[in-house]
């Protein structure tokens, strides 16, 4: 049974629908009650899957993380944590509105490592078990805009490399996918001439890597030689971009 | 403006008074679903299944699932929808606002019979689940209400026991659509399907010569994994990549002739899947794809029986004096109940598919006339000229529809260019 935070859109639907076609039983947490009860009615009657809604705003206390404990236990533990949560903001833009920072650095890491916390001792005692976290290739460096989302998204980063570090050598596998556009509601409006990724052949990939220690992944693939050029870009020319 | 939202919330967002108007899978001949000035709710990823309950035959979905994916789900318990339109990627949504018919509608009706209730959302009265009683009146102006109601966000549908997968084909030669008129309706019964197709090519000597089809459901095991077997889908930019309309004069009579001929040779009994019998067009969109980019102008009219024989001999001689582009006639039988703006009631269903050109907007003005000459009623969903006199000539019930279409909502927020042609 897998658990996919941030389910009920975008990326998330799609890895609700992959894992749960493969049958998978599934959690899904998200904060739009009316969209997660339609997805888990739909996935139960297409897929014949057990899929167990918690409505929850993870960005607002731990008190979900109870009901998914709870859920858990009496389907037979977990096999693994998806976390294709996040949000960003149009005024993250360093006017440095302290609450809009608070709520995406919540929402977009503090409330994963929270979730990984509490459940990382639990998946070290399965056989075997899998994390997986996005982040996202506007954290490759810091720019004017989607300040406080890049930091977060660099933090989670950090915060799965040391992950995995320490899962050496235990059952559970912990991978990163850094996503570049995708084609979900988070990139909508933006006008692009990059081609943007789609969720149902990540969500493909992502299934098919499980329990396999495939570390960081870029999707698509062309953003890595991309992220490698924007990291070695030097100072006098990254500061005449605008992106 | 174009909006793909994919959460609830994102539906109810405050868009102010703007204009809008939903779509589904955008497949219908008319503009039903933009406009100018409207903001275009593409509901796409509004396909979920929310409630089947096999034992009552009843499945609750929202408003983008598609006829092809309600097919594979509901064959799992040997069910399926008793009114099936001609392609599989319509949605639900889409077949309620145009209230669509199948292949034997003097059968099964149209689509408002497998309706049960539906969810609405409109800015002024917020989400609605419309029963056929409550709130009154507003079931029948939403079923065949061409979206302008509100947002359709799910329905709740009646199935029917699928006793197989396969079905039985007779064919039976006529000479014309006039010998045809009875056929069509003596041979749909309790068939699953009955129809004629003619050779509309503006020629004089054979002219209207064609087939009776009949399909009968062969009673056997229905097989969920195949019912819907791979097909590729008909998107609106691959429908005109072709520049140019490969239907003229001369490529009309010669497909027509080798599809007749083609037809002719085939013995008279043949067998087929359940979905290439009810999705003829579905692994065959070459037929659409040839309109290219000048497109397919589709007539359809419902004629009393007691006007069929003058409208069909009369829509021979303007199709021969005009020497219109048509590439094929169809008849059906019809049976129902008109209301409102619903392609509806008793008679015979007459339709003509043609390459859009001028001559066949002036064969069409024709047609209108003759249409309203015989008491008949066009197609508003298949025909995106038809202008308004004659759909207020022909609906007595237009004037009734836009009155309660206004007290229901005063602004009216929910417009396309549909809406807006024939001033709904």
Redesign the interface.
């Known amino acids: 049974m897998y658990v996919i935070v941030g389910a009920s859109a975008g990326v998330g639907r799609a890895l609700a629908a992959r894992f749960a076609s493969a049958g998978h039983n599934l959690i899904l947490v998200s904060s739009d009650e009316r969209d997660l009860r339609a997805m888990t009615a739909d996935l139960e009657i297409r897929y014949g899957v057990r899929a167990y809604p918690v409505a929850a705003d993870v960005s607002d206390g731990d008190s979900y993380l109870d009901r998914i404990a709870t859920a858990a236990n009496e389907m037979g533990g977990i096999d693994g944590l998806l976390f294709p949560v996040g949000a960003v903001a149009a005024t993250d833009d360093c006017s440095f509105d302290p609450d809009r920072v608070t709520w995406l650095t919540r929402l977009n890491y503090e409330s994963i490592v929270r979730a990984v916390t509490r459940f990382l001792p639990d998946l070290m005692t399965r056989p075997r078990a899998t994390l997986v976290a996005f982040g996202s290739v506007a954290a490759v460096r810091g720019r004017r805009r989607n300040v406080a989302y890049s930091a977060a998204k660099r933090a989670l980063q950090s915060f799965f490399e040391s992950l995995r570090h320490v899962s050496v050598g235990s059952s559970v596998t912990v991978q990163f996918y850094v996503l570049g556009y995708m084609d979900t509601a988070l990139a909508r409006g933006l006008r692009t001439s990059i081609p943007k990724g789609n969720p149902e052949v990540l969500s493909a990939r992502v299934l098919q890597n499980l329990g396999r220690d495939v570390g960081v992944v870029y999707f698509p693939s062309f953003w890595r030689p991309v992220a490698a050029a924007l990291r070695h870009t030097p100072w006098w020319l990254f500061k005449r971009m605008s992106f | 403006m174009y909006?793909?939202?994919?959460?609830?919330?994102?539906i109810q967002a405050d868009l102010s008074r703007r204009s809008r108007i939903a779509r589904g899978g955008g497949y219908s001949y008319a503009a039903a679903s933009f406009g100018a000035g409207s903001v275009v709710q593409d509901l796409g990823?509004f396909n979920?299944?929310?409630?089947?309950d096999p034992t009552a035959r009843i499945i609750e979905v929202?408003a983008a699932v598609t006829l092809a994916d309600l097919l594979t789900?509901t064959s799992r318990a040997g069910l399926c929808l008793p009114v099936q339109p001609g392609y599989p990627a319509i949605t639900i949504g889409g077949c309620i606002a145009a209230n669509v018919h199948g292949k034997n509608p003097s059968r099964e009706g149209t689509f408002v019979g497998s309706l049960v209730d539906l969810t609405l959302f409109h800015p002024d009265h917020g989400v609605i689940r419309v029963t056929r009683e409550n709130p009154p009146g507003l079931f029948d102006l939403t079923c065949g209400g061409y979206g302008l109601t509100g947002v359709i966000l799910a329905a709740t549908l009646r199935l029917e026991p699928l006793a197989g997968d396969r079905v039985s084909i007779r064919r039976v030669r006529v000479g014309d659509p006039l010998e045809a008129i009875a056929l069509a309706r003596d041979l749909a019964g309790d068939s699953l399907f009955a129809y004629t197709w003619h050779d509309a090519a503006p020629r004089g000597r054979s002219f209207g010569r064609g087939f009776a089809y009949h399909g009968l459901l062969k009673s056997g095991p229905v097989d969920p994994n195949t019912v819907v077997p791979p097909y590729r889908v008909l998107t609106p930019a691959a429908r005109a990549r072709l520049p140019f309309s490969l239907w003229q004069s001369l490529t009309i009579r010669a497909f027509t002739s080798a599809f007749w001929h083609a037809e002719a040779s085939r013995p008279e009994v043949t067998e087929t899947t359940l979905f290439d019998a009810i999705f003829p067009f579905a692994r065959r969109s070459v037929y659409f794809r040839l309109f290219g980019r000048p497109g397919l102008a589709e007539y359809q009219a419902l004629v009393p029986h007691g006007g069929t024989e003058t409208f069909l001999r009369k829509l021979r001689q303007l199709i021969l004096s005009t020497r219109a582009p048509s590439v094929m006639l169809s008849l059906k039988a019809f049976k129902g109940a008109p209301r409102l703006l619903r392609f509806d009631g008793d008679g015979t269903c007459v339709t003509l598919d043609l390459q859009r050109s001028a001559a066949t907007l002036d064969l069409l003005r024709r047609i209108d006339d003759l249409t309203i000459a015989v008491g008949g009623i066009p197609n508003i969903i298949k025909d995106s000229r038809l202008p308004k006199p004659v759909v207020q000539a022909c609906y007595p019930e237009y004037e009734r529809f836009r009155q309660e279409l206004r007290a229901f909502d005063a602004q009216r927020i929910f417009k396309s260019e549909l809406s807006e042609r024939l001033e709904l």
Do not use: G, I, K
């Open positions: 909006e793909r939202p994919d959460r609830y919330r994102l990823r979920r299944l929310l409630r089947f929202e789900v």
